[in-house]
């Protein structure tokens, strides 16, 4: 895939990010003869006042170490494309991957809605009240405050790129009765 920008052109292969500010010029097109796959994730951005936004980026997870999650033995890790504190970042896309074993081990919930794919591997997947299992493949779109767990089942990793909002408080809308 090639990614053409600020009068640049970039080659983007399995692994590949990118990142492109609001207001920004751009063309994408397939320079292969197989389909393309990718996933486009498009939002509006969300200024904050006194910071600008944040540049263009193009990157490929494997010149980015994994940080491992605490306490883990390094069976989940995630490697951040943006640095979570960079706060002119309105979300935040990261690979998670769970080695055979791998959980979370409690049950845990989040302001903001985040969206998976699984890229490969299978697991089991606790949504509300049910477990799912899920593989390569399978995307899940989960609400706010979705209590979710996971158990990495599969003879390999699991992994899954992970859409959150971020540094950004949530949206308030008055009601139909207000």
Known sequence: MRLCFGGKAHDLGPGGYAYIPPGADWRLRNTGEAPLRFHWIRKRYVPVEGLDAPPPLVLNECEIAPVEMPDTGGV?????????????????????TFQPGGVIPFEQTHVMEHGL????????????????????????????????????????PFRYPLYTDGNRHMPLALGPCA
């Open 76 to 96: 989940w890790a995630t490697t951040r494309f943006v640095a979570p504190d960079d706060l002119r970042h309105d979300m935040h896309v990261t690979i998670v």
């Open 117 to 156: 794919y699984v890229l490969e591997g299978k697991a089991v997947y606790r949504l509300n009240r049910d477990w799912v299992e899920v593989e390569a493949g399978d995307f899940m779109w989960l609400r706010a405050f979705c209590p979710q767990a996971c158990y990495a089942d599969g003879p390999g």
